[in-house]
Antibody, heavy 121, light 107 residues
Framework: EVQLVESGGGLVQPGGSLRLSCSAS????????MNWVRQAPGKGLEWVSY????????YYTDSVKGRFTISRDNGKSSLYLQMNSLRADDTAVYYC??????????????WGQGTMVTVSS | DIQMTQSPSSLSASVGDRVTLTCRAS??????LNWYQQKPGNAPKLLIY???SLHSGVPSRFSGSGSGTDFTLTISTLQPEDFATYYC?????????FGGGTKVEIK
């Protein structure tokens, strides 16, 4: 079964760091761009970051630029999000999502179950 | 950045109803618009990509239309399992943005 499994969430103090991981299985991970999307409690979805299949292109939403770093290890079929200088408003469930491409269109077709990050003192 | 606005933010409907949700982009995004369904405690699921293409395995009662700045998601005959929150997302720019969501509740 095609699957993404996130890990690494937890409780961290403001200003602290956390590294999220996303493990992929049953598909050729190296052939897909990947994304992180977050959802604050009771709120909507917020796209966080994108990384291309070869890591040659990386993008971030403005609110995390300079604090978060996305990376991947195709040999390990894994995606990562290093989060530094965490703030209370980073509190959310973090999802990794696969980006499918059909022709000129794309969408996030496979999602993990999410990992909760809570930033609080 | 492109802003995505969904309306209404919530609606009440009955099983069997025809339901239409709206999404508006702050600038033209051609047909680079996706729709997702999310149920409480679960990850989102892709329903529609490219404004009108049905994702694999999605029931045909779901349909999407629109281009430029105005888009709609229609559920032709609402089923009990369709009560959920629906999000649009633009894929026109590399900075993917989501709308605020429309919650479809049981009347």
């Amino acid at each position: 079964e095609v699957q993404l499994v996130e890990s690494g969430g937890g409780l961290v103090q403001p200003g602290g760091s956390l590294r999220l991981s996303c493990s992929a299985s049953a598909f050729t991970f190296s052939g897909y761009s990947m994304n992180w999307v977050r959802q604050a409690p009771g709120k909507g979805l917020e796209w966080v970051s994108y990384i291309s299949s070869s890591s040659s292109s990386i993008y971030y939403t403005d609110s995390v630029k300079g604090r978060f770093t996305i990376s991947r290890d195709n040999g390990k079929s894994s995606l990562y999000l290093q989060m530094n200088s965490l703030r209370a408003d980073d509190t959310a469930v973090y999802y990794c999502a696969r980006e499918m491409v059909i022709g000129f269109q794309d969408g996030f077709d496979i999602w993990g179950q999410g990992t909760m990050v809570t930033v609080s003192s | 950045d492109i802003q995505m606005t969904q309306s209404p933010s919530s609606l009440s409907a009955s099983v069997g109803d025809r339901v239409t949700l709206t999404c508006r982009a702050s600038q033209s995004i051609s047909s680079y618009l996706n729709w997702y369904q999310q149920k409480p405690g679960n990850a989102p699921k892709l329903l529609i990509y490219g404004a009108s293409s049905l994702h694999s395995g999605v029931p045909s009662r779901f349909s999407g239309s629109g281009s430029g700045t105005d888009f709609t998601l229609t559920i032709s005959t609402l089923q009990p399992e369709d009560f959920a929150t629906y999000y649009c997302q633009q894929s026109y720019t590399t900075l993917r943005t989501f709308g605020g969501g429309t919650k479809v509740e049981i009347k």
